[in-house]
Every structure is written in C-alpha cells, then in structure tokens.
C-alpha cells in the first residue's frame, strides 16, 4: 500500500543506487510499480520530497553525551557519526545544502555541536568559524575517502620522491586506516579549537581578505 513512508523509503533507496542527478519521479514511480500521478497526491513536488528526504538522513538526534564527557570527546563522537552517514548515503549529500541546510541548523546534531564549541569557552563569532571548519572538514575528508575508494581519483602513479621530497617525509606517518586518518587529522582540526578557546575573546579581529583588522590612524 503506497504511503508517504514507503514513498520517501523507496526514493532513499533509489538515490542511494543511482544519484541525484538521474533521480526522477517517474523512475521512482516504476520502482514502486505505481503510475507517476499517484506520488504527487502524497508528495506534491519532488523538492517536498527531497526535503522529506533531507530531513530523514540528516535530521536524527544523536546519542546522548556519556556522563563527564569532554566538549573534544562529544565533537569526536558528533564527526565519526556524521561520516558514517555520509559513507551510507553519500548521494544524499546534495540534500543538506539545497534542501535543508539552514533549516538543520536548529536540528538535534547541530545543536549538540554548538553547545559543545559554547563548553570549549569560544564566543558565538569564534564557535561560527570553529563550526564552518569542522564541517568543512567532515565533507572534504568524506568526498576525498569516497572518489579514492571508488577509483575516481584515476589511480595516478605517486610522483617520484626527488620532486616531492617533503610529501616523501611524511607519506611513512600517513595512516593504513582511513578510520584512524580520519580521528587523527580531526584533532588537528580540534588543537586549532582549543587554541582559540585559550587565546580569549581579546584576538585581533580578521577581516574577509584575512589581514588583521585594525583602526585607521588620525
């Protein structure tokens, strides 16, 4: 029987196999073995649904903080739990930004995140830039991990050490597991949060162009 929640299940499905640029509501149609009219009676739009969608994949609750966890701990558990879903429905990706990615940020998730950066002790300004980093972060390592595992990145031969010889120092400490690369270079990321946190809310301003604003001398 044809249901919002079989419609919006099958749609994940389908995304999951095929992407969202091939994604239609008639394919989706065949797949439910129904005529495309009778999706538009539960799913007045495919934006509704992909909303629906958005909603579904991005917008659970996370667990709950274990007692006497730290801020740093509660980011960890926040990250790995958000590549994890994004390695499970990487082509539902898309759907964060066009259809939910303001709306998610009054979500359970994000919510948590942004009251861990309030416990690191950064100011609203300072959580926003911590936030942005951590998120972009969180994509780029994914997207990177996935066009790797799928062979998208062509498989190039490592250019030879005598060119390169700084990446050549570094490539033996380059961790086995994406897993571990993954938490490694996310304290990385996390040591730069903790240093704004310990600078206190005296730091010089930065403008957009990235220079250290400062008042004009009379």
């Known amino acids: 029987?044809?249901?919002?929640?079989?419609?919006?299940?099958?749609?994940?499905?389908?995304?999951?196999?095929?992407?969202?640029?091939?994604?239609?509501?008639?394919?989706?149609?065949?797949?439910?073995?129904?005529?495309?009219?009778?999706?538009?009676?539960?799913?007045?739009?495919?934006?509704?649904?992909?909303?629906?969608?958005?909603?579904?994949?991005?917008?659970?609750?996370?667990?709950?903080?274990?007692?006497?966890?730290?801020?740093?701990?509660?980011?960890v558990g926040l990250a790995v739990s958000f590549r994890r879903l994004l390695l499970a429905h990487p082509n539902a990706l898309p759907l964060l930004?066009?259809?939910?990615?303001?709306?998610?940020?009054?979500?359970?998730?994000?919510?948590?995140?942004?009251?861990?950066?309030?416990?690191?002790?950064?100011?609203?300004?300072?959580?926003?830039?911590?936030?942005?980093a951590i998120g972009a972060y969180l994509v780029g390592y994914v997207t990177v991990e996935r066009m790797t595992r799928s062979g998208a990145s062509g498989g190039a031969t490592p250019p030879p050490e005598r060119d390169f010889p700084a990446l050549a120092r570094i490539a033996p400490y380059l961790k086995d597991s994406w897993d571990a690369q993954f938490v490694a270079s996310l304290m990385v990321v996390l040591d730069g949060v903790t240093r704004l946190a310990e600078a206190g809310p005296c730091r010089p301003p930065v403008t957009a162009s990235g220079t250290k604003g400062a008042r004009s001398a009379r």
């Open 97 to 132: 930004f066009k259809h939910g990615g303001v709306p998610l940020r009054g979500r359970p998730a994000i919510e948590a995140m942004r009251q861990a950066l309030k416990d690191a002790g950064l100011s609203e300004p300072e959580a926003a830039d911590a936030w942005r």
């Open 1 to 75: 029987m044809l249901s919002r929640e079989r419609i919006a299940t099958m749609a994940l499905a389908l995304l999951d196999d095929e992407g969202l640029e091939t994604f239609s509501m008639r394919r989706l149609a065949r797949r439910l073995g129904v005529g495309v009219m009778s999706l538009y009676r539960y799913y007045p739009s495919k934006d509704e649904l992909f909303s629906e969608l958005a909603r579904q994949v991005f917008g659970a609750a996370p667990a709950e903080p274990a007692p006497g966890e730290t801020w740093r701990e509660c980011l």
